[in-house]
Nanobody, 121 residues
Framework: QVQLVESGGGLVQPGGSLRLSCAASGSIFSINAMGWYRQAPGKQRELVAA???????NYADSVKGRFTISRDNAKNTVYLQMNSLKPEDTAVYYC???????????????WGQGTQVTVSS
């Protein structure tokens, strides 16, 4: 009943920009935080950026100054603006939401299906 739908991935040249979007829908009681992870072939999934409902943000050192995460709480949507893209940014990017679906229970992580970002000349 709960799903995360991602969009905005694609092929871009080094130095280019992309904006990823992720909308959460379904029987959501409350969302604590949303974020983006990425996974390159042969590597572990890593946190790229996260944002709380209050607007506090956290970024991986490798993307600081280049990526910006934002959130529209009313629409349960998170965005990732990616500028000055590098080949090492190539990966599948996954949307994550930590949310309550039932009041009084522990929050649970939900994941999108992933969107491919390829940075190549």
């Amino acid at each position: 009943q709960v799903q995360l739908v991602e969009s905005g991935g694609g092929l871009v040249q080094p130095g280019g920009s992309l904006r990823l979007s992720c909308a959460a829908s379904g029987s959501i009681f409350s969302i604590n935080a949303m974020g983006w992870y990425r996974q390159a072939p042969g590597k572990q999934r890593e946190l790229v950026a996260a944002i709380t409902s209050g607007g506090s943000t956290n970024y991986a050192d490798s993307v600081k100054g280049r990526f910006t995460i934002s959130r529209d709480n009313a629409k349960n949507t998170v965005y990732l603006q990616m500028n000055s893209l590098k080949p090492e940014d190539t990966a599948v990017y996954y949307c994550n939401a930590n949310m309550w679906v039932v009041a009084g229970r522990s929050p649970v992580d939900y994941w999108g299906q992933g969107t491919q970002v390829t940075v190549s000349s």
